[in-house]
Nanobody, 123 residues
């Protein structure tokens, strides 16, 4: 089992930037590492994913060209650089590893989650 701890959330003005970090411990090798987010009253949605090697990345259309996912395997850490933030990016952001089943695009495919970090974008 892998343990995941997110950090880096906070309050930022629209147009600003934040960098989220997700540190892994335990059984750290997984095929993919990724980020999902969940806004109040909404389902958890895919944001971005990266392969273990970092050779392939995947993004939701809503964040493409604004967010960048990267990995530092020496530190067992995955990052999410978020630029040009919008109020609709406000959510709790969760790190995940896997998937345990199915497609990387769906939250139901993952069993392992961090505790989440709040990102609030004010207009």
């Amino acid at each position: 089992q892998v343990q995941l701890v997110e950090s880096g959330g906070g309050l930022v003005w629209a147009g600003g930037s934040l960098r989220l970090s997700c540190a892994a411990s335990g059984r750290t090798f997984t095929t993919y590492r990724g980020w999902f987010r969940q806004a109040p009253g909404k389902e958890r949605e895919f944001v971005a994913a990266i392969t273990w090697s970092g050779s392939a990345t995947y993004y939701a259309d809503s964040v493409k060209d604004r967010f960048t996912i990267s990995t530092d395997n020496a530190k067992n850490t995955v990052y999410l650089q978020m630029n040009s933030l919008k109020p609709e990016d406000t959510a709790v952001y969760y790190c995940t590893a896997g998937p345990a089943r199915g497609s990387i695009w769906y939250a139901s495919s993952y069993d392992c989650w961090g505790q989440g970090t709040q990102v609030t974008v004010s207009s």
